[in-house]
């Protein structure tokens, strides 16, 4: 009889310990869930966004980058300049409602097809300088020193010397640049 009483019948089994199948995939698909959320919020936070201001134009070549810091090495996207004209001096600007601060700006402006640039700088260069100061003098000293302002400014005036180019057959304004933008 002793026998009989250790001995477990099949009704009266232990119930097993431990997590069961269904459950624990819930859990790992969970845990796998939550990660990938986080590694997509790290990626939209750190990386790099794609602006606005990269060239979408057809004519962009693949330049190595040759720095030797710790930016990123590898192939960045350049677009291909045309012709150049630069006013010959800097403009001095004064901001709307600042009689003592000024703006020193250095235009550049591309022109296509690069043998116009020459004779557009001849016909139209006090036009446009003159457009520029227009604009840019519309603006006060604060909204001037918003980087987000400043590089808007650059299509602003591409927009507003356009018209200019319009009297020229063939030449089409590309671009405008400000190798330099001092606020003294």
């Known amino acids: 009889m002793s026998d009989q009483e250790l001995e477990p019948t099949a009704s ?44 979408t ?6 330049v190595e980058s040759d720095s030797t810091d710790d930016e990123e090495s590898g192939p960045i996207l350049v677009q291909k300049v045309e012709g150049i004209i630069a006013p010959k001096s800097d403009l001095y600007i004064n901001p709307r409602g600042s009689a003592s ?8 402006i591309e022109v296509s097809p690069a043998e116009k640039a020459k004779e557009v700088e001849e016909k139209l260069m006090i036009p446009i300088q003159d457009r520029i100061i227009a604009r840019v ?42 190798p330099k933008f001092v606020i003294q």
Do not use: C, M, W
């Open 12 to 55: 009266e089994e232990q119930p097993k310990r431990g997590i069961r199948l269904p459950v624990l995939i819930g859990i790992i698909l969970g845990i796998i869930v939550v990660q990938a959320g986080i590694v997509l919020a790290a990626l939209k936070i750190f990386a790099p966004s794609a602006d606005k201001s990269q060239p």
């Open 57 to 62: 134009h057809q004519q962009t070549t693949s």
């Open 137 to 178: 003098s519309s603006y006060t000293l604060e909204e001037l020193q918003d980087i987000k302002v400043r590089d808007s400014l650059r299509t602003i005036i591409r927009n507003d010397l356009k018209p200019y180019f319009n009297a020229f057959d063939g030449v089409k304004l590309r671009n405008v640049y400000f």
């Open 101 to 108: 601060h000024i703006v020193v700006l250095s235009v550049g």
